[in-house]
């Protein structure tokens, strides 16, 4: 069974701009969360998504926002990019919400200049 | 709100036993987890702890204290490959709709020859 992926792998933006990015989770899995993780803060909780709905939502600005598609992909964007945004986006999947267990993509390196 | 702590770094030879210790404080705690990160690579699951008590999982343990808000990972027999990040991320409900992990900063385990 394939694993989850997140494309694109590397990015780079300039400040001001916004970026979307994909997750596929594995095939089955209908939970999908999002982390932001940075060097020393460890990993950051975004948003969850259950069937097209947010479920949960981390400590972030609105400027990043998520939505999940019927097929269970998700996507997440980021408007209005500052530098403190430069960072390794991770996309998880899970059967279900809540689940300990959580099955984590490659992640999406996020670099704003 | 919710916190937990770990040490930011451990070093061990080969062949030895480390063990790597978090703290936390949340609300509406159900377990805590372990994850295994190694450079430029995904988080992978190691173990979840819902009860007191030592789980067992070939090479690695870990054990959780609700009374005391504490777990610990517990690596034997260290290989060069166990050189990686590790997190624990507390599962619990912090007013969402759904359950969330939140994780700590990680500790980052060197293995030397």
């Known amino acids: 069974k394939a694993g989850v992926t997140q494309t694109p792998r590397y990015l780079i933006k300039t400040r001001g701009q916004q970026v979307t990015l994909s997750c596929s989770p594995i095939?089955?899995?209908?939970?999908v969360s999002w982390y932001q993780q940075t060097p020393g803060q460890g990993l950051q909780f975004l948003f969850e998504?259950?069937?097209?709905?947010?479920?949960n939502k981390g400590n972030f600005p609105g400027r990043f926002s998520g939505r999940q598609f019927s097929n269970s992909r998700s996507e997440m964007n980021v408007s209005t990019l500052e530098l403190g945004d430069s960072a390794l986006y991770l996309c998880?999947?899970?059967?279900?919400?809540?689940?300990?267990?959580?099955?984590f993509g490659p992640g999406t390196r996020l670099l704003v200049l | 709100g919710q916190s937990l702590e770990q040490p930011s770094e451990v070093t061990a030879v080969e062949g030895a036993i480390v063990q790597i210790n978090c703290t936390y404080q949340?609300?509406?705690?159900?377990?805590l987890s372990w994850y295994q990160q190694h450079d430029g690579g995904a988080p992978t699951f190691l173990s979840y702890n819902a009860l007191d008590g030592l789980e067992e999982t070939g090479r690695f343990s870990s054990f959780l204290s609700r009374s005391d808000s504490y777990g610990y990972l517990l690596l034997q027999e260290l290989q060069m490959k166990d050189s990686a990040s590790y997190f624990c991320?507390?599962?619990?409900?912090?007013?969402?709709?759904?359950?969330?992990?939140?994780f700590g900063t990680g500790t980052l385990l060197a293995v030397q020859p």
């Open positions: 998880a999947s899970s059967l279900f919400p809540s689940e300990e267990t959580q099955y």
């Open positions: 998504y259950f069937s097209e709905t947010q479920r």
């Open positions: 095939s089955g899995h209908r939970s």
């Open positions: 991320a507390v599962l619990g409900n912090y007013g969402g709709a759904t359950n969330k992990l939140i």
């Open positions: 949340t609300s509406g705690f159900y377990g």
